[in-house]
């Protein structure tokens, strides 16, 4: 079955850097990991999106490593306002119809402090 | 700017009853789809769409239906309401020529159902 893990929580300080790691055992071969971000009673948000090595936007950068088998997300300098659970959603098998089947992470509850 | 609307914020229904949850997209996405998220298990994937009529399965589709006679509108169906399916419901939709491609979900403010 595939699973695709998250650390529950993380804490941090205003300023620093968080990485946020998502384990995905079975991951299809083909297609993309995407982050999302989301906030107390709103639905989640597009952070960021890749399909290996290094992928950097304004908000975040992602990591892939060769074997796909986990994915990184980095949130450079990290403020109040980034407290929010985070998810990646990951392709985890084939659909009848073409395409990818995908799955969330059980998602990490990220804590800022001043 | 995308927008996803569900119809209500918040409901409250009794056992046994039929609910209904109503998505709409205003971007001409192919896509969408229904999650409900639990503490402690995220997001699962009740069933998703990837044309009008079309409707493929998810993760728990059980106790659960969709309708989806026009592209921007997708609907969740409880035929018969239970406590267990007490949880926040969110709709999504996207862009992809197939799913699971580079595409962005965009979600909906989610509709916290409560069963009693």
């Known amino acids: 079955l595939a699973k695709t893990t998250q650390p529950i929580s993380m804490d941090s300080y205003e300023g620093q850097e968080v990485n946020i790691t998502c384990s995905h055992n079975n991951i299809a071969t083909n297609d993309y990991i995407t982050w999302y971000q989301q906030f107390p009673s709103q639905g989640p948000r597009f952070i960021i999106q890749g399909y290996k090595t290094k992928v950097t936007n304004e908000v975040a950068s992602l990591f892939i490593p060769a074997d796909r088998k986990s994915s990184t997300l980095s949130l450079p300098r990290v403020s109040l306002s980034d407290t929010a659970v985070y998810y990646c959603?990951?392709?985890?098998?084939?659909?009848?119809?073409?395409?990818?089947?995908?799955?969330f992470g059980t998602g990490t509850q990220l804590k800022v402090e001043l | 700017d995308v927008k996803v609307t569900q119809s209500s914020r918040y409901l409250v229904k009794r056992t046994g009853e039929k609910v209904f949850l109503e998505c709409v997209q205003d971007?001409?996405?192919?896509?969408m789809f229904w999650y409900r998220q639990d503490p402690g298990l995220g997001l699962r994937l009740i069933y998703f769409?990837?044309?009008?009529?079309?409707?493929e399965k998810g993760d728990i589709p059980e106790g659960y239906s969709v309708s989806r006679e026009k592209k921007e509108r997708f609907s969740l169906i409880l035929e018969s309401a239970s406590t267990n399916q007490t949880s926040m419901y969110l709709c999504?939709?996207?862009?992809?020529?197939?799913?699971?491609?580079?595409?962005?979900?965009?979600f909906g403010p989610g509709t916290r159902l409560l069963v009693l």
């Open positions: 959603l990951v392709p985890t098998g084939e659909l009848t119809g073409g395409g990818n089947k995908l799955t």
């Open positions: 769409s990837y044309d009008v009529k079309m409707k």
């Open positions: 971007m001409d996405h192919e896509n």
């Open positions: 999504a939709s996207s862009f992809a020529s197939r799913i699971g491609g580079k595409e962005t979900q965009y």
